[in-house]
């Protein structure tokens, strides 16, 4: 039995790995495989196998057939549909998903999510019709960013779009209006300002906590205790488990009705309730299947061990919703269970209770490691002492604020209590400040297979039982992650990383020993790519330093993430085309006209003196590497343009970065005469406001035979200066929810 769970097991997630999913008559020999393996015993784990496969694809696939179609992408539709969830409000934008969706046109997706700016108050279960422009699923790629495609496929959102107008139909019903009123009383009461905490821990909805409190959370590992989860799931069903048996053990329970039978049954009912008042979203249906399995084996089926539950929990979760796969917190909470069962099952003697949570946190940090690794999660060298803090913390303060909640139809008793875990978590927050500013997140470069796999080793021979001979030398198989080999251009040339920033710019430029950062990215309300994108970037690709931030001019989508980026990763010097319109922390210095050269790689910079406006004063960077040139060139215009071209700089380059995002305004015939590139960049977001890149920009480009590279297209770029060679873009690296 074993093998065959675990072989259905494997082929279930077999198919998140591949770049493509099989064509059809793949599908069919796979099914007829399966059934010829049925018949004999010792084929069928390989049965299993191909069924498991199977069923995946299919599931996978229709998935993907429920996306807008390529030629519904960007119009705008009216449609009707009933508010999922719990909308959320930050900065003026409502943002929300929107399904039973019924429309005039067909092939619509059955679920969207959609962002109103400006809109009014929504009401999860209410029903509206609206006007929306819609696009297909599409996330932006670099070398570490959250997936968002993924995301949303795991989701089944099949668009997203933006909401011009609407009208209300219905107001809120069924359950989600009911969270949707419970969420607005846990943000009115009083509870030392962490009411969006509360109701985090309570509902599920973590619109409440402000960028701070994510940034703090990131920097100490602690994000998970924070966004209800098979850990709080797992927690109260713990809790109620525990206070029946506590009952028995001291005589209180009732002789006439047996314990065992009653303790499961109460952990379940709670664990169902709360996964009802989270609102069951994919991450709470997978702790509810978890937690009926392990009570199951708990009151009936103890002999088969761990290992085989586990496999039946995880075949279960999988059978039900393939697509849980694609997400980091299927692995981690099923690697975290894991870990636990090899580290408390099959030991000899019981550890004293105030040794268990330490031990299993330090199972937690080694043997989650691997895995954090490979998903390309953020890693916190506070996160073992922030947890082991905070996981008691937060383990306590739940059960105060569930009952709270319940009993807020009592006067002053239902407040008091979550008065008292709004305390308890203004105290949690204030603690992990100070962990968070000792030291924050880092990020592990891209480690190659052989060192990945010898961590992997090590931290498993580390969680061993203390009896196991050189148990301790699985510390130095761990050694590979403190020196990831890190592979640097060679001298005389350079590695150029258009990071893929939406509507805004973001240019990595890296020789053998220096760094250069060209523009920050944009920065949209609380969305910060200079934080969430940029930084990640460098760090994953092993930058530790910036020699030079150089902000071409302020313009938000240019200087937006600059900031962010003299907090996270302090430049030595910082040089703009308008230093006086940017924040003084950054201390910029105006980017004169002048050269240098880093590892035999030359740079030079050039200002319009006379520019008149923030466009015109961008910096102009020209970077040279064996022979090949690439040109930077902000939002100059054509009169800047001009300008550069009557100057008596060599302009001549293989490499241009269109000015403007390819707008109209910039790259004139006698600019584009005057540099005569082989090969174009484009920064910007698909389907952007401005039109860019401007149509008769492209046809100039390719009169004149330019081949043209866009991020929104293709992804982060990445051109090795000094190579000759094409560029290249992340979203070369199939994936098969990855919008092509």
Request: proline content about 6%; aromatic content about 8%.
């Amino acid at each position: 039995m074993r093998a065959g769970m675990l072989a259905l097991a494997m082929g279930l997630l077999l198919p998140r790995f591949l770049p493509g999913l099989p064509a059809a008559w793949v599908l069919i020999v796979l099914g007829l495989l399966g059934l010829l393996c049925l018949l004999r015993q010792a084929s069928r784990p390989l049965s299993w196998l191909c069924f498991g496969l199977l069923w995946a694809c299919l599931q996978m696939q229709a998935a993907l057939d429920e996306r807008l179609a390529s030629e519904l992408d960007g119009r705008t539709f009216w449609l009707e549909g009933q508010v999922l969830g719990l909308p959320a409000v930050q900065d003026g934008v409502v943002r929300f998903e929107l399904g039973d969706i019924s429309s005039r046109h067909a092939g619509l997706p059955p679920r969207l999510r959609l962002a109103w700016y400006g809109g009014p108050q929504l009401r999860a279960g209410e029903r509206w019709r609206l006007a929306a422009r819609l696009k297909r699923p599409h996330g932006l790629v670099n070398p570490h960013s959250f997936d968002h495609e993924a995301w949303l496929l795991a989701r089944h959102i099949g668009a997203t779009g933006t909401v011009k107008i609407g009208e209300r139909l219905q107001e809120a019903i069924g359950a989600g209006g009911w969270r949707d009123r419970l969420r607005a009383r846990l943000l009115a009461v009083e509870a030392q300002g962490r009411q969006g905490a509360i109701a985090a821990l309570v509902v599920g909805d973590s619109s409440g906590l402000s960028p701070t409190d994510w940034r703090v959370l990131q920097d100490t590992g602690t994000v998970h205790l924070m966004v209800i989860s098979g850990q709080h799931v797992g927690l109260l069903a713990g809790l109620l488990y525990g206070l029946v048996a506590l009952l028995a053990r001291i005589g209180w329970w009732p002789r006439h009705l047996p314990w065992l039978p009653c303790a499961c049954t109460a952990a379940f009912a709670g664990a169902l309730g709360y996964g009802w008042l989270a609102g069951f979203e994919v991450p709470v249906q997978r702790a509810c299947v978890m937690v009926a399995v392990v009570l199951l084996w708990r009151l009936r089926f103890r002999q088969l061990g761990v290992w085989l539950p586990l496999l039946i929990a995880l075949d279960g979760v999988l059978l039900f919703d393939p697509l849980a796969s694609l997400q980091p917190g299927f692995w981690l909470s099923f690697g975290a269970v894991a870990l636990l069962a090899l580290v408390f099952s099959g030991r000899l003697g019981a550890w004293r209770w105030w040794l268990t949570l330490p031990r299993a946190q330090w199972a937690m940090v080694v043997g989650l490691l691997p895995l954090m690794l490979a998903l390309g999660l953020p890693i916190s060298a506070s996160g073992p002492l922030a947890n082991l803090l905070a996981v008691p913390w937060v383990g306590l303060t739940v059960p105060v604020a569930l009952l709270g909640t319940v009993l807020l139809p009592l006067p002053g008793i239902g407040e008091g209590l979550l008065l008292l875990a709004g305390w308890s978590l203004a105290w949690l927050f204030q603690s992990l400040e100070l962990l968070a500013d000792w030291q924050a997140a880092w990020i592990v470069e891209s480690l190659p297979l052989w060192a990945w796999s010898l961590a992997t080793v090590g931290a498993l021979v580390l969680l061993l039982p203390a009896g196991v001979p050189f148990r301790a030398l699985g510390a130095l198989l761990l050694l590979p992650l403190l020196y990831p080999a890190t592979p640097l251009p060679l001298a005389g040339k350079a590695d150029v990383w258009v990071f893929d920033v939406g509507q805004g710019l973001s240019v990595l430029v890296r020789t053998r020993s220096h760094a250069l950062l060209y523009d920050a990215g944009p920065r949209h309300g609380d969305f910060d790519t200079g934080e969430r994108i940029v930084f990640p970037s460098l760090r994953r690709l092993g930058v530790e330093r910036l020699d030079l931030l150089l902000i071409s001019h302020a313009d938000s989508d240019h200087a937006g993430g600059a900031v962010a980026m003299q907090r996270l990763l302090p430049p030595r010097r910082v040089f703009s085309g308008e230093p006086a319109r940017l924040p003084a922390m950054l201390q910029a210095q105006s980017c004169e006209n002048q050269s240098w050269q880093w590892d035999g790689v030359h740079f030079a910079l050039w200002r319009w003196a006379q520019a008149a406006d923030g466009n015109q004063s961008s910096c102009v960077l020209m970077i040279e590497a064996e022979g090949e040139r690439l040109l930077l060139t902000g939002d100059i215009d054509a009169r800047a343009e001009q300008a550069l071209v009557q100057s008596d700089w060599p302009l001549a380059a293989h490499w241009l970065l269109l000015p403007h995002h390819g707008s109209n305004s910039s790259s004139s015939p006698a600019f584009l005469a005057a540099v005569r590139p082989q090969n174009a960049l484009i920064s910007r977001s698909r389907h952007n406001a401005f039109g860019h890149p401007h149509p008769a920009v492209v046809g100039r480009l390719r009169d004149v035979g330019v081949r043209l590279y866009d991020t929104a297209e293709s992804g982060a770029l990445k051109v090795e200066l000094g190579a000759f060679r094409d560029a290249r873009g992340l979203r070369a690296q199939r994936r098969f929810w990855r919008e092509k």
